[in-house]
């Protein structure tokens, strides 16, 4: 998702890495390596145009503060390249945004009107809203406006079932207006809060479509009118937008099947073209895989500086937080276990593919194209062929218990080992920063989050447990700094001690 773009500001962020002040030269030079990927990902041309031109201007007119004051008034150095990444994030945000995620209600009623050219995934999306808005305490209706695709009811009604919402299905021959009038009347009468239609796709936009549409519109008036379009059709989707905008007054974009292109350059040029801003990206074919669409979170993915806020609303999504907040206050005092390990995993794969869960880690988005899913489910499997025993104090796994384990989840008595060497050192490292204090959005995910504090940001790294990969780096280097954390940590208890003789 999104590499094509994130790889052009890698380019630039590298080119301007040593260069101690930006010039003309050296800006162009890296501005040169986002334009190509800008391009690659099928963002608009004119939309590229003007966006490097910003760039550019605000990054060699704007005086470039060499010292930041954080919120904890800590200061820090800027350097020229952060400069101008900062500068192209603000940039992006800018581009994409702003978008209010809210979707508008008129009485009370949530009503969404779904449309869209054929297969984008409007059926999906209507689902994914339902659960969305179920999830918020409301209690919604899908309506199946589409009468041509014959299965295309069947669809949304076992959607509907897995998500525990009625689907409301017109009768033999009935049009699809009339079906959504009823269904108006039926959400009124029946207690129901939110109503979402699903109107029928077609492979171009034609005017039978346009006039079916403009008709639904007149008898449901929806509060939101949500043109779905898919990463897939590239710059496609900026002409498609821009047609249907103007027969229907457009409240928003769902993009979907982000998950399913590398370039999704359409998500950054739409709201510049169309004036229509994305309200809601689909990042998989499961009903759970429906985000808000934040621009800075986007932005920031895209320069490979993670989104620490999506993140955290992944992981509210699958946990429950008082749970993970009593493990994290166990965990920070050296209490971690096998177990723990286990359930972080599962945690991490029910947020989705790790690719993107490690691409929304500040710092490691970069090696998200690295990871492999299989190393998790090696290590999962290793976990489940241990007894009880065993995952609460792996330091009793010996050779002959490595032999069995290794035999129940087919691996070799050597990665068993491996492993539990690696656990020996997580849990080192997390009892030494549990005495730190830990603090940061991160701090309510077990395990990670208590790495923030120590000035890694969401430092948790799910490869440490794993072989190979980029990781090795990312691992030595945390090292390096819990070794030098716990040196100064005794540097100073020491001084302490020494100023309390004194007294
Ligand atoms: N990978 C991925 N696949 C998706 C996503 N959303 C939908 N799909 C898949 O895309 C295909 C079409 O989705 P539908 O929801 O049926 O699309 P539609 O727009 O309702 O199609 P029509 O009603 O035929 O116009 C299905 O196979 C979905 O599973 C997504 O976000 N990611
Ligand atoms: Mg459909």
């Given at each position: 998702?999104?590499?094509?773009?994130?790889?052009?500001?890698?380019?630039?962020?590298e080119?301007?890495?040593?260069?101690?002040?930006?010039?003309?030269?050296?800006?162009?030079?890296?501005?040169?390596?986002?334009?190509?990927?800008?391009l690659?990902?099928?963002?608009?041309?004119?939309?590229?145009?003007?966006?490097?031109?910003?760039?550019?201007?605000r990054?060699?007119?704007?005086?470039?503060?060499?010292r930041?004051?954080?919120?904890?008034?800590?200061?820090?150095?800027?350097?020229?390249?952060?400069?101008?990444?900062?500068?192209?994030?603000?940039?992006?945000?800018?581009?994409?945004?702003?978008?209010?995620?809210?979707?508008?209600?008129?009485?009370?009623?949530?009503?969404?009107?779904?449309?869209?050219?054929?297969?984008?995934?409007?059926?999906?999306?209507?689902?994914?809203?339902?659960?969305?808005?179920?999830?918020?305490?409301?209690?919604?209706?899908?309506?199946a406006?589409?009468?041509?695709?014959?299965?295309?009811?069947?669809?949304?009604?076992?959607?509907?079932?897995?998500?525990?919402?009625?689907?409301?299905?017109?009768?033999?021959?009935?049009?699809?207006?009339?079906?959504?009038?009823?269904?108006?009347e039926?959400?009124?009468?029946?207690?129901?809060?939110?109503?979402?239609?699903?109107?029928?796709?077609?492979?171009?936009?034609?005017?039978?479509?346009?006039?079916?549409?403009?008709?639904?519109?007149?008898?449901?008036?929806?509060?939101?009118?949500?043109?779905?379009?898919?990463a897939?059709?590239?710059?496609?989707a900026?002409?498609?937008?821009?047609?249907?905008?103007?027969?229907?007054?457009?409240?928003?974009?769902?993009?979907?099947?982000?998950d399913?292109?590398?370039?999704?350059?359409?998500?950054?040029?739409?709201?510049?073209?169309?004036?229509?801003?994305?309200k809601f990206l689909?990042?998989?074919?499961?009903?759970?895989?429906l985000?808000?669409?934040?621009?800075?979170?986007?932005?920031?993915?895209?320069?490979?500086m993670?989104?620490?806020v999506?993140?955290?609303?992944?992981?509210?999504?699958v946990?429950?937080?008082?749970?993970?907040?009593?493990?994290?206050?166990?965990?920070?005092?050296?209490?971690?276990?096998?177990?723990?390990?286990?359930?972080?995993?599962?945690?991490?794969?029910?947020?989705?593919?790790?690719?993107e869960?490690?691409?929304?880690?500040?710092?490691?988005?970069?090696?998200?194209?690295?990871?492999?899913?299989?190393?998790?489910?090696?290590?999962?499997?290793?976990?489940?062929?241990?007894?009880?025993?065993?995952?609460?104090?792996?330091?009793?796994i010996?050779?002959?218990?490595?032999?069995?384990?290794?035999?129940?989840?087919?691996?070799?008595?050597?990665?068993?080992?491996?492993?539990v060497?690696?656990f020996?050192q997580?849990?080192?490292?997390?009892?030494?920063?549990?005495?730190?204090?830990?603090?940061?959005?991160l701090?309510?995910?077990?395990?990670?989050?208590?790495?923030?504090?120590?000035?890694?940001?969401?430092?948790?790294?799910?490869?440490?447990?794993?072989?190979?990969?980029?990781?090795?780096?990312?691992?030595?280097?945390n090292?390096?700094k819990?070794?030098?954390?716990?040196?100064?940590?005794?540097?100073?208890?020491?001084?302490?001690?020494?100023?309390?003789?004194?007294?």
């Amino acid at each position: 998702m999104l590499e094509t773009l994130t790889r052009g500001f890698k380019g630039a962020r590298e080119r301007l890495a040593g260069v101690r002040a930006l010039s003309e030269d050296n800006v162009d030079e890296a501005l040169r390596d986002v334009r190509t990927s800008l391009l690659e990902a099928d963002v608009d041309f004119q939309v590229v145009k003007d966006f490097l031109a910003r760039v550019k201007e605000r990054a060699l007119g704007e005086k470039v503060e060499t010292r930041v004051k954080d919120a904890s008034g800590q200061v820090h150095k800027v350097t020229p390249g952060q400069h101008f990444i900062a500068v192209c994030e603000e940039e992006l945000t800018a581009l994409m945004g702003p978008v209010d995620p809210d979707l508008a209600s008129a009485d009370g009623t949530t009503s969404i009107m779904l449309l869209g050219l054929q297969g984008v995934g409007k059926t999906t999306i209507a689902a994914k809203l339902a659960r969305h808005l179920k999830k918020q305490g409301r209690r919604p209706l899908l309506v199946a406006a589409d009468i041509y695709r014959p299965a295309a009811a069947d669809q949304l009604e076992q959607l509907g079932q897995s998500i525990d919402v009625r689907v409301h299905r017109g009768a033999e021959g009935e049009q699809p207006p009339d079906i959504c009038a009823r269904a108006k009347e039926l959400a009124r009468d029946g207690g129901y809060d939110a109503i979402i239609y699903d109107t029928a796709g077609r492979l171009a936009v034609d005017d039978d479509l346009m006039v079916e549409l403009e008709a639904i519109e007149r008898v449901t008036s929806p509060a939101n009118k949500l043109l779905v379009c898919d990463a897939l059709m590239g710059r496609d989707a900026v002409n498609v937008a821009g047609a249907f905008a103007e027969r229907i007054d457009l409240s928003g974009l769902v993009m979907t099947k982000i998950d399913g292109d590398s370039r999704g350059g359409a998500a950054l040029a739409v709201k510049a073209v169309t004036g229509v801003p994305i309200k809601f990206l689909g990042t998989g074919e499961t009903v759970d895989r429906l985000e808000e669409f934040r621009p800075e979170g986007l932005a920031s993915r895209i320069l490979g500086m993670g989104d620490i806020v999506g993140l955290v609303k992944d992981f509210e999504e699958v946990v429950d937080t008082q749970q993970a907040e009593e493990d994290a206050e166990r965990i920070l005092k050296g209490q971690f276990t096998m177990e723990d390990l286990l359930t972080q995993l599962k945690t991490i794969q029910k947020m989705g593919p790790l690719k993107e869960v490690m691409g929304k880690l500040p710092m490691f988005g970069d090696m998200a194209d690295q990871v492999d899913e299989r190393e998790m489910i090696k290590v999962e499997a290793m976990i489940q062929s241990m007894t009880k025993g065993e995952r609460r104090d792996p330091e009793v796994i010996d050779k002959s218990r490595a032999q069995r384990i290794a035999g129940g989840s087919g691996r070799n008595p050597r990665e068993v080992l491996d492993l539990v060497g690696r656990f020996r050192q997580m849990r080192q490292m997390m009892s030494q920063l549990g005495g730190g204090g830990a603090g940061g959005l991160l701090s309510k995910i077990p395990g990670m989050g208590n790495l923030a504090g120590a000035g890694m940001p969401g430092g948790f790294d799910p490869s440490m447990m794993m072989d190979g990969g980029g990781s090795r780096q990312m691992r030595r280097a945390n090292q390096a700094k819990l070794r030098k954390q716990s040196k100064n940590k005794r540097k100073n208890a020491r001084a302490s001690r020494k100023k309390g003789r004194k007294k």
